[in-house]
């Protein structure tokens, strides 16, 4: 990849001047853009140590595609489409189930197993395999998705693509997003976590457990924990207000799968659902 990740840098570096007829640029854009559908590349990806690794040049290709690329019309059965990039297809050699209403942009990869519900997958994300993204669940931009998530109704996992090196939105192995929840702006969920519906999480909102009462970090819940939206009193020179957090109400043991019984009754017990 050395030479094709050298020419992504160049053209980058020049990326306020490309248009549609830089052709060099479009072939090498291409080939990544290609790379990324069938999976072969990753914008980003968990190391065995845990630190998120952002391959910063495979996303500056995603930018130039949008540059180098016109707006060109697509159909799909009775819809049209007006855009830069068409859709994926040849679900059917790739195992992925697609039930009607669902879509994903040419450049994600999902992996066999996946099903989609009515959704959308965005460019530069990477779905794991037995994933279900179910209905009106987005997959912004870049976001990694482990294997056998579920991604509950309407959950948003917001996308970054800006600048190149920010880290994207990582849901690990294993893990629920409870429905309605909203994970942004480079937010990370650990392997075989919980969020209860309607968690919102993004760097700058704390995540607290409820045992100590101590802030363990700020955007990232931890491994084989169920956590839930909550709130935090602070005072201030107007009056008391309360500011949101993530609660810790519960730790798994390492490779623990949560029991969807025991796991409704806890979350019950919080006046949190799924």
């Not at 020049?14 to 080939?31: F, G, K, S, W, Y």
């Not at 040049?57 to 697509?74: D, P, T």
């Not at 039930?99 to 997958?121: E, H, K």
């Amino acid at each position: 990849m050395g030479d094709l990740e050298e020419r992504i840098n160049a053209w980058h570096d020049q990326i306020a001047n490309m248009t549609p007829e830089n052709l060099e640029a479009r072939r090498d854009v291409e080939l990544v853009i290609a790379k990324l559908d069938d999976g072969q590349l990753r914008v980003a990806e968990v190391a065995p140590s845990g630190e998120v690794i952002v391959h910063d040049w495979v996303k500056k290709a995603i930018m130039l595609l949008f540059r180098l690329h016109g707006l060109e019309k697509s159909e799909a059965g009775p819809f049209e489409y007006l855009d830069k990039l068409e859709l994926k297809y040849d679900y059917e050699r790739r195992g992925v189930r697609v039930v009607p209403g669902a879509s994903a942009r040419r450049g994600s990869f999902l992996s066999p197993g996946v099903i989609l519900m009515p959704s959308f997958v965005n460019i530069g994300a990477w779905v794991g395999p037995g994933t279900m993204v179910d209905t009106w669940a987005t997959v912004g931009s870049c976001a990694q998705i482990g294997a056998n998530v579920h991604l509950a109704g309407g959950v948003g996992i917001g996308g970054v693509l800006e600048p190149a090196n920010a880290v994207p939105v990582v849901i690990e192995d294993g893990a629920f997003i409870g429905s309605r929840c909203m994970i942004v702006d480079g937010a990370r969920v650990g392997k075989g976590s919980v969020l209860g519906a309607g968690t919102i999480l993004n760097p700058s909102i704390p995540v607290i457990d409820a045992a100590t009462g101590e802030e363990v970090s700020r955007g990232h819940v931890p491994d084989y924990c169920v956590a839930v939206t909550a709130n935090r009193r602070r005072e201030y020179p107007g009056g008391e207000f309360f500011l949101p957090c993530v609660l810790i109400i519960k730790r798994m043991e390492q490779g623990e799968t949560h029991d969807k019984v025991a796991l409704n009754s806890l979350l019950r017990e919080h006046g949190v659902a799924t």
